[in-house]
């Protein structure tokens, strides 16, 4: 049952291109620039909200997540005086009655159903943290690979409210996966150093996705997170 999701993965470039991207703004954020990787999956959709084959890119290759790593800035975190997931808009408007969670659910689940609200009322679903085979929507949460709260501390507390709807609603790359709800809620908001995916199979796929993301959107890593995340990165094939 275990796939790599990020190759089955994807969004469309319509429904990237209108609803995930805010306008810029004058905080340093890296232009969203996906990595695209070859079609390898389609599912089944309501065809009332039919997007047709999804997919999400891969992260970088070990290599690249590497050198991206070392040009991280290691700092204390920030302050959380003032932070709120409200600060973070989500989950918005994708796809007509689609909305994120109802997009990555449908991407990441196979044979998912939806009904005309885009809801999934179907579908499998193999949530790569916990190895878990789940058959109801309601068992999934829909996790931040970079939580809301670690960006916040990671530099995201000087971003306007349209860089923080950006990052919470990115399909772009790979911040967004569908796992079990009970394997989020025990993450929460910490950092690789504090909590790792239970399944050590997943950890290089894992630390490739934190660290692309960290280095797209220019948000610090302590130095304790460095370390784990090179730690895991070593699991990676050669």
Known sequence: MTKDWWRRAATTTALIATAVLPASSSTAIADPAPHPAPASHTRSVGTAVDAGPLKLPEPPPVGVVRTELAGLHVAPPHSMDGYSRAKFPHWIKQHGECDTREVVLARDGEDVKQDE?????????FSEYDAKVLTEAKQLDIDHVVPLANAWRSGADQWTTPERRKFANDLVHSQLIAVSAPSNRQKGDKSPDKWAPPRHAYWCTYARAWTDVKHVYH????????????????????
């Open 117 to 125: 609200k885009c809801r999934a009322i179907s579908g499998t679903w």
């Open 219 to 238: 948000l610090n890593v302590t130095e304790p997170e460095k370390v784990k995340l090179r730690e895991m990165l070593d699991t990676c094939e050669q």
